[in-house]
C-alpha cells in the first residue's frame, strides 16, 4: 500500500484520537494533511498539529479562532474556522477524509468528501442516516468504508460471498448497561448511569444512545443504505461480550462472524488503509483461556428504538433526519436533567409520529439538502418544545 494522505475531522474525539493513534504507529502507510474539530479541546488540537506537521486545520467554533491561530502562530499551518471551513477541510485533495465528527453537524462534510472524490472511511453515521439519498447519489461504488465496529464487521464477512448468496444480516448489540431491565426500572435511570458503558469508550452523544439502544437503531438503518439490504432482512441481537461485532448468514445456511476484542482501532485502521490492513492494528484475541459468547434476542418493548428506526428508514425522506435530529435535542435534555431516561425515545417517537401524520414527508427518497435541514429544525424545535429545552440551546 502506498503511502496515504489522510484528513481527520473530528481529531479531539474519540474516534480521531484513536485514529492518531493508528497514524503514529505507522508513519510510512500515512500522512495526515488536515484537522478539523468542534473547538472544546484547543490544546489537544494544538498538540495534534505540532506532533503530526498538519498544514491545514480547521475549528468549528468561529469564536474558538483566534485563539487557535495564536496557539499556532509559530507553524506554518493554514487555520480556519466556521462550519464552511470544516466543510472546505473535508474537500482538501487527499486518499481518504475520516469522518469522525458527532451528529448531523456531520452531513455536508461527508457531501464535499465525496464530491471532492476522496475514499470516505464514514464513523459519522448520521450524515449517512439523515441525507441517505443525498449521499447514495454523489458516492462511487466502493467510496464510503464504514469505520462503526458493526457496519466495518459486516464489510469484512460480506467478502465471504456474492450479494446474491447473502441471506441476512445480523447487528449485534452490546445491551448497554441496562441489558436485563424492566421498563419500569429504566424510569429511574441517572445521567451518570447510563454514561457508564461497560464496553466501549466514546463521546457522551453516542453512549447516551447506545444505552437507550437508539445507535443500535440508527446502525440498522445504516446498514441498509450501505450494503443495499432489505430492512425485513437486517436482524438485531443482543451480545453483551462485544467480541463479535456483527455476522452476515448466507443462503446456505453457513454464518460468517467477525471478532475481536472491543478496540476501535481495528475498524478505523481498516477504514483508512481499505481493502488492506494495517498489521498489529489492535490487540486479537485471546484463545489461550476460556470465554464465554452470549447471544440474546432484543427486548424491544423495553428498548423500542430499534422499532421506532425500522419505522423511520421504511417511510424514508427526511423521517430518519427527523428521528436523528429530535434524539440529540432529547439527549441533551437528559443529560440536563429536563427529561427521564425512557423519555427520551417516548419523545423521539411522539416528533416522529407528528411528523408523519402532517405529511410532512411529502417528497419520499427525492429530497433535497435544504429538505434535511428544514425537517431537522423542525424536529429540534418540537423536541425542543416537548422537553422544555430553550430554543436557543438545541441545534449544534
Known amino acids: 500500500m502506498s503511502r496515504r494522505d489522510v484528513v481527520i475531522l473530528g481529531s479531539t474525539g474519540s474516534i480521531g484520537v484513536q485514529a492518531l493513534d493508528v497514524i503514529r504507529r505507522n508513519p510510512s502507510s500515512f500522512r495526515v494533511v488536515g484537522l478539523a474539530a468542534g473547538g472544546s479541546d484547543l490544546e489537544l488540537l494544538c498538540a495534534q498539529t505540532l506532533e503530526f506537521g498538519v498544514p491545514h486545520v480547521a475549528v468549528g467554533r468561529i469564536d474558538a479562532l483566534e485563539r487557535l491561530a495564536g496557539l499556532l502562530s509559530a507553524t506554518s499551518a493554514h487555520v480556519s474556522g466556521g462550519h464552511d471551513a470544516v466543510a472546505d477541510l473535508a474537500a482538501l485533495p487527499c486518499d481518504v477524509v475520516l469522518n469522525g465528527m458527532a451528529g448531523s453537524a456531520g452531513l455536508v462534510p461527508t457531501l464535499r468528501a465525496l464530491e471532492a472524490g476522496s475514499t470516505l472511511a464514514l464513523a459519522n453515521k448520521e450524515s449517512l442516516i439523515i441525507g441517505g439519498?443525498?449521499?447514495?447519489?454523489?458516492?462511487?461504488?466502493?467510496?464510503?468504508?464504514?469505520?462503526?465496529?458493526?457496519h466495518s464487521a459486516l464489510a469484512q464477512c460480506?467478502?465471504?460471498?456474492?450479494?446474491?448468496?447473502?441471506?441476512?444480516?445480523?447487528?449485534?448489540?452490546?445491551?448497554?448497561?441496562f441489558r436485563g431491565r424492566t421498563r419500569a426500572e429504566l424510569a429511574e435511570v441517572t445521567p451518570a448511569q447510563a454514561l457508564a458503558h461497560p464496553t466501549w469508550s466514546m463521546g457522551?452523544?453516542?453512549?447516551?444512545?447506545?444505552?437507550?439502544?437508539?445507535?443500535?437503531?440508527?446502525?440498522?438503518?445504516?446498514?441498509?443504505?450501505?450494503?443495499?439490504?432489505?430492512?425485513?432482512?437486517?436482524?438485531?441481537?443482543?451480545?453483551?461480550?462485544?467480541?463479535?461485532?456483527?455476522?452476515?448468514?448466507?443462503?446456505?445456511?453457513s454464518t460468517l462472524a467477525q471478532a475481536s476484542p472491543p478496540d476501535m482501532r481495528l475498524p478505523i485502521a481498516l477504514g483508512l488503509a481499505w481493502p488492506d490492513r494495517i498489521a498489529d492494528a489492535a490487540p486479537g484475541c485471546d484463545w489461550s483461556s476460556g470465554a464465554r459468547w452470549d447471544f440474546d434476542p432484543l427486548d424491544e418493548d423495553v428498548f423500542p428504538a430499534v422499532r421506532l428506526a425500522r419505522r423511520?428508514?421504511?417511510?424514508?425522506?427526511?423521517?430518519?433526519?427527523?428521528?436523528?435530529?429530535?434524539?440529540?435535542?432529547?439527549?441533551?435534555?437528559?443529560?440536563?436533567?429536563?427529561?427521564?431516561?425512557?423519555?427520551?425515545?417516548?419523545?423521539?417517537s411522539s416528533v416522529l409520529e407528528e411528523h408523519l401524520s402532517a405529511s410532512r414527508d411529502t417528497k419520499g427518497n427525492e429530497i433535497r439538502l435544504s429538505d434535511v435541514i428544514t425537517a431537522d429544525a423542525w424536529a429540534r424545535e418540537r423536541a425542543e418544545a416537548l422537553t422544555g429545552q430553550p430554543k436557543e440551546g438545541g441545534s449544534s
Open 204 to 253: 457522551p452523544l453516542v453512549t447516551i444512545n447506545s444505552a437507550t439502544l437508539v445507535n443500535k437503531g440508527l446502525e440498522l438503518i445504516e446498514a441498509h443504505l450501505l450494503f443495499g439490504v432489505p430492512l425485513e432482512r437486517i436482524d438485531v441481537v443482543v451480545h453483551p461480550q462485544s467480541v463479535v461485532h456483527s455476522m452476515v448468514e448466507f443462503i446456505d445456511g
Open 158 to 177: 460480506l467478502r465471504g460471498g456474492r450479494a446474491a448468496e447473502v441471506r441476512r444480516l445480523i447487528l449485534t448489540a452490546s445491551g448497554g448497561p
Open 312 to 348: 423511520a428508514a421504511a417511510v424514508g425522506g427526511t423521517a430518519p433526519a427527523v428521528m436523528n435530529g429530535a434524539d440529540e435535542v432529547c439527549v441533551a435534555a437528559f443529560l440536563a436533567g429536563r427529561l427521564g431516561f425512557t423519555g427520551i425515545v417516548d419523545t423521539v
Open 133 to 150: 439519498p443525498l449521499v447514495s447519489a454523489i458516492a462511487r461504488p466502493g467510496q464510503i468504508v464504514p469505520v462503526d465496529s458493526e
